[in-house]
Nanobody, 114 residues
Framework: QVQLVESGGGLVQAGDSLRLSCAASGRTFSGYTMAWYRQASGKEREFVASIDWNGGSTTYRDSVKGRFTISRDKADNTVYLQMNSLKPEDTATYYC???????WGKGTLVTVSS
């Protein structure tokens, strides 16, 4: 059974940094794309960033380019999201997922105060 467990969220001030982690287990993720999504209160869930497990190629939504970095550690089966220069509009619950599969974590809350 696939499990995705996010951690690393918290309350920070604008301009601060956070690193989110997603511990993945239950299968091999070779050949899949891992991604981070986020959902702010009252809004739809939106794509943030993705990474190809094998080759490491990445994609980002425009609003986080240059500020966020997605990475993965194959040995630990962990996906990271390094978030720098955080803005209040980044406030949301962040979720880890395997793209194309119905695997989601429970999320970790990031709150950025102005």
């Amino acid at each position: 059974q696939v499990q995705l467990v996010e951690s690393g969220g918290g309350l920070v001030q604008a301009g601060d940094s956070l690193r989110l982690s997603c511990a993945a287990s239950g299968r091999t993720f070779s050949g899949y794309t891992m991604a981070w999504y986020r959902q702010a209160s009252g809004k739809e869930r939106e794509f943030v960033a993705s990474i190809d497990w094998n080759g490491g190629s990445t994609t980002y939504r425009d609003s986080v380019k240059g500020r966020f970095t997605i990475s993965r550690d194959k040995a630990d089966n962990t996906v990271y999201l390094q978030m720098n220069s955080l803005k209040p509009e980044d406030t949301a619950t962040y979720y880890c997922t395997v793209m194309g599969r119905a695997y989601w974590g429970k999320g970790t809350l990031v709150t950025v105060s102005s």
